[in-house]
T-cell receptor, first 115, second 115 residues
């Protein structure tokens, strides 16, 4: 089954404790990205990757890091989480730049709470 | 910069009736795509329908159709024969040839279907 998986699905952590949210897709997609969703703001892109070893900032990259060492994986790293990073996070992938192909596949979401 | 506007924070519809969710977009891109996603209370983002800016016919997917009016920059979602399971948040999004694959999301419309 074609899918994007994220882990963990739920996470409660404390300020400053480094964490990684994993994302993996099994569709051989080149393009992957991370979004965060906050009430009243819709989804905003954090980082994206056009292909392996190619990453770039989205609209809200502060406080986040990413890496793309393999095509299928695109982890999101929070080196020192803060309460304002409490949010619902989505990983997404598509064959190329999402809109051209008419669809971006989204993962199930990771609900992160930073206390 | 692209912008998506969804002016209806919440809507009610009677079961089996049709409903239109509004979406207007603002873009300077020559080529762009418009998307609708459904987000049920469980949180996942479910792709519903896509319209390319050069598509002359309105997109349809089962009970979903996209009323695309390019001159008015609107991309309204029409759901025919509403079902109780249609109760969810609905997001309009767009991507363009100058957006690096990023999707820009509106703030969403919460649809409630009454029995």
């Amino acid at each position: 089954e074609a899918q994007v998986t994220q882990n963990p699905r739920y996470l409660i952590t404390v300020t400053g404790k480094k964490l990684t949210v994993t994302c993996s897709q099994n569709m051989n997609h080149e393009y992957m990205s991370w979004y965060r969703q906050d009430p009243g703001l819709g989804l905003r892109q954090i980082y994206y990757s056009m292909n392996v070893e190619v990453t770039d900032k989205g609209d809200v990259p502060e406080g986040y890091k990413v890496s793309r060492k393999e095509k299928r994986n695109f982890p999101l790293i929070l080196e020192s989480p803060s309460p304002n990073q409490t949010s619902l996070y989505f990983c997404a992938s598509s064959r190329t730049s999402g809109w051209v192909q008419g669809e971006q596949y989204f993962g199930p979401g990771t609900r992160l709470t930073v206390t | 910069a692209q912008k998506i506007t969804q002016t209806q924070p919440g809507m009610f519809v009677q079961e089996k009736e049709a409903v239109t969710l509004d979406c207007t977009y603002d873009t300077s891109d020559q080529s762009y795509g418009l998307f609708w996603y459904k987000q049920p209370s469980s949180g996942e983002m479910i792709f519903l329908i896509y319209q390319g800016s050069y598509d002359e016919q309105n997109a349809t997917e089962g009970r979903y159709s996209l009323n695309f009016q390019k001159a008015r920059k609107s991309a309204n979602l029409v759901i025919s024969a509403s079902q109780l399971g249609d109760s969810a948040m609905y997001f309009c999004a767009s991507g363009g040839n100058n957006q690096g694959g990023k999707l820009i999301f509106g703030q969403g419309t919460e649809l409630s279907v009454k029995p």
